[in-house]
Protein backbone atom coordinates (compact mmCIF):
# COMPACT_ATOMS: atom_id res chain seq x y z
CA UNK A 1 0.00 0.00 0.00
CA UNK A 2 1.10 3.81 -0.57
CA UNK A 3 -0.01 6.93 0.67
CA UNK A 4 0.37 9.93 -1.40
CA UNK A 5 0.04 13.56 0.46
CA UNK A 6 -0.20 16.43 -1.45
CA UNK A 7 0.98 20.31 -1.06
CA UNK A 8 1.78 23.35 -2.45
CA UNK A 9 -1.27 24.31 -3.18
CA UNK A 10 -2.91 28.26 -3.42
CA UNK A 11 -4.05 30.92 -5.19
CA UNK A 12 -1.34 32.82 -7.76
CA UNK A 13 -2.03 35.24 -10.17
CA UNK A 14 -1.73 34.61 -13.62
CA UNK A 15 1.73 34.21 -14.98
CA UNK A 16 3.19 33.49 -11.48
CA UNK A 17 4.65 30.58 -10.33
CA UNK A 18 3.70 27.10 -7.88
CA UNK A 19 5.45 24.05 -6.84
CA UNK A 20 3.67 21.35 -5.76
CA UNK A 21 5.31 18.56 -3.53
CA UNK A 22 3.76 14.93 -3.01
CA UNK A 23 5.24 13.08 -0.14
CA UNK A 24 4.56 9.42 -0.48
CA UNK A 25 5.05 6.07 2.05
CA UNK A 26 4.87 3.09 2.42
CA UNK A 27 6.38 1.35 -0.51
CA UNK A 28 10.03 1.59 -1.66
CA UNK A 29 9.73 5.15 -3.14
CA UNK A 30 11.86 4.79 -5.72
CA UNK A 31 9.81 1.66 -7.41
CA UNK A 32 7.24 4.09 -8.27
CA UNK A 33 6.60 6.01 -11.32
CA UNK A 34 4.78 9.17 -10.41
CA UNK A 35 2.11 11.33 -12.31
CA UNK A 36 0.48 13.87 -11.93
CA UNK A 37 -3.34 14.99 -12.81
CA UNK A 38 -5.89 17.68 -12.31
CA UNK A 39 -9.60 18.15 -12.62
CA UNK A 40 -11.53 21.49 -12.86
CA UNK A 41 -14.85 22.50 -11.91
CA UNK A 42 -17.47 20.32 -14.86
CA UNK A 43 -14.18 18.36 -16.22
CA UNK A 44 -12.98 14.55 -16.01
CA UNK A 45 -9.46 14.48 -14.71
CA UNK A 46 -6.68 14.72 -17.20
CA UNK A 47 -3.38 13.94 -16.45
CA UNK A 48 -0.14 16.58 -16.56
CA UNK A 49 2.76 14.53 -16.09
CA UNK A 50 4.79 11.73 -15.00
CA UNK A 51 7.76 10.77 -14.40
CA UNK A 52 9.02 7.12 -14.16
CA UNK A 53 11.05 5.46 -11.49
CA UNK A 54 14.08 4.09 -13.51
CA UNK A 55 15.52 6.18 -16.17
CA UNK A 56 13.34 9.17 -14.46
CA UNK A 57 12.17 9.66 -17.74
CA UNK A 58 9.42 12.36 -18.11
CA UNK A 59 6.00 12.66 -20.17
CA UNK A 60 3.59 15.97 -19.85
CA UNK A 61 0.74 16.89 -21.61
CA UNK A 62 0.67 19.49 -24.83
CA UNK A 63 -0.98 21.86 -22.13
CA UNK A 64 1.63 22.29 -20.27
CA UNK A 65 4.99 21.44 -22.21
CA UNK A 66 7.64 23.71 -21.56
CA UNK A 67 5.43 25.72 -18.78
CA UNK A 68 6.01 22.65 -16.39
CA UNK A 69 8.48 20.05 -14.86
CA UNK A 70 8.01 17.37 -13.06
CA UNK A 71 11.03 15.86 -10.76
CA UNK A 72 11.32 13.36 -8.28
CA UNK A 73 13.99 13.19 -4.95
CA UNK A 74 14.00 9.29 -4.15
CA UNK A 75 16.20 10.21 -0.99
CA UNK A 76 13.15 12.45 0.39
CA UNK A 77 10.07 10.03 -1.22
CA UNK A 78 8.42 12.87 -2.57
CA UNK A 79 7.98 14.50 -6.51
CA UNK A 80 7.30 17.79 -7.59
CA UNK A 81 5.83 19.67 -10.37
CA UNK A 82 6.89 23.18 -10.63
CA UNK A 83 4.72 25.35 -12.57
CA UNK A 84 5.13 28.62 -14.18
CA UNK A 85 3.86 31.10 -16.36
CA UNK A 86 0.37 29.79 -15.00
CA UNK A 87 -2.65 30.58 -16.62
CA UNK A 88 -6.51 30.55 -15.59
CA UNK A 89 -6.88 27.51 -17.14
CA UNK A 90 -4.39 25.89 -14.90
CA UNK A 91 -6.99 26.03 -12.23
CA UNK A 92 -7.67 22.63 -10.88
CA UNK A 93 -7.67 20.59 -7.84
CA UNK A 94 -4.61 18.77 -8.41
CA UNK A 95 -3.99 14.92 -7.83
CA UNK A 96 -0.89 13.07 -7.45
CA UNK A 97 -0.52 9.06 -8.15
CA UNK A 98 1.88 6.00 -8.46
CA UNK A 99 2.03 2.85 -10.22
CA UNK A 100 4.52 0.02 -9.28
CA UNK A 101 5.61 -0.26 -12.52
CA UNK A 102 8.32 0.68 -14.58
CA UNK A 103 7.22 2.95 -17.56
CA UNK A 104 4.51 6.07 -17.30
CA UNK A 105 1.25 6.23 -18.37
CA UNK A 106 -0.88 8.92 -18.97
CA UNK A 107 -4.35 6.87 -18.13
CA UNK A 108 -6.17 7.01 -14.65
CA UNK A 109 -6.54 3.72 -15.06
CA UNK A 110 -3.25 2.70 -14.74
CA UNK A 111 -2.34 4.14 -11.19
CA UNK A 112 -3.55 2.29 -8.41
CA UNK A 113 -2.54 5.20 -5.95
CA UNK A 114 -3.93 8.52 -5.75
CA UNK A 115 -3.86 11.80 -3.17
CA UNK A 116 -6.48 13.68 -1.86
CA UNK A 117 -5.41 16.72 -4.12
CA UNK A 118 -4.44 20.34 -3.62
CA UNK A 119 -6.35 23.20 -4.88
CA UNK A 120 -4.68 25.28 -7.27
CA UNK A 121 -6.29 28.65 -8.38
CA UNK A 122 -5.43 30.87 -10.98
CA UNK A 123 -6.66 34.98 -10.78
CA UNK A 124 -6.21 36.75 -13.75
Known amino acids: QVQLVESGGGLVQAGGSLRLSCAASGRTFSSLTMGWFRQAPGKERAFVAA????????DYADSVKGRFTISRDNAKSTVYLQMNSLKPEDAALYYC?????????????????WGQGTQVTVSS
Open 97 to 113: AARPTRGSSRYESAYNY
Open 51 to 58: ITWSLQST
